[in-house]
């Protein structure tokens, strides 16, 4: 059960899911390259494990997705959810 949406990218697990971290194994399956994983990672941790609130971790994002432009992506979910995102 998702109380809230899931940013792309990001796995759950759980009955009352919690973020777990990055599909890698999708990702690589779907030819996305190693470095591109990784700033992905690195997009996971900013917005999950750094503590920080979800304007600050958006504005750390905004500089990651210029060495990494599926961050974007992660972006423009979030500027579109309604529900919020599960954290």
Same mark, same amino acid.
């Given at each position: 059960?998702? +109380? #809230? $949406?899931? &940013? +792309?990218? @990001?796995?759950? !697990?759980?009955?009352? =899911?919690? &973020?777990?971290?990055?599909?890698?194994?999708?990702?690589?399956?779907?030819?996305?390259? &190693? *470095?591109?994983?990784?700033?992905?990672? #690195? !997009?996971?941790?900013?917005?999950?494990?750094?503590?920080?609130?979800? *304007?600050?971790?958006?504005? *750390?994002?905004?500089? #990651?997705?210029? $060495?990494?432009? +599926? @961050?974007? *992506?992660?972006? $423009?979910?979030? =500027?579109?959810?309604?529900?919020?995102?599960?954290?």
């Amino acid at each position: 059960y998702l +109380p #809230q $949406d899931l &940013p +792309p990218f @990001v796995t759950a !697990a759980g009955n009352m =899911a919690r &973020p777990y971290g990055i599909n890698s194994e999708g990702l690589k399956r779907r030819g996305f390259s &190693p *470095e591109t994983i990784n700033g992905l990672k #690195q !997009a996971y941790r900013t917005l999950y494990r750094r503590g920080l609130g979800l *304007e600050e971790a958006r504005r *750390e994002l905004e500089s #990651q997705a210029e $060495d990494c432009p +599926p @961050v974007r *992506e992660i972006l $423009d979910f979030l =500027a579109r959810t309604k529900r919020g995102i599960i954290r």
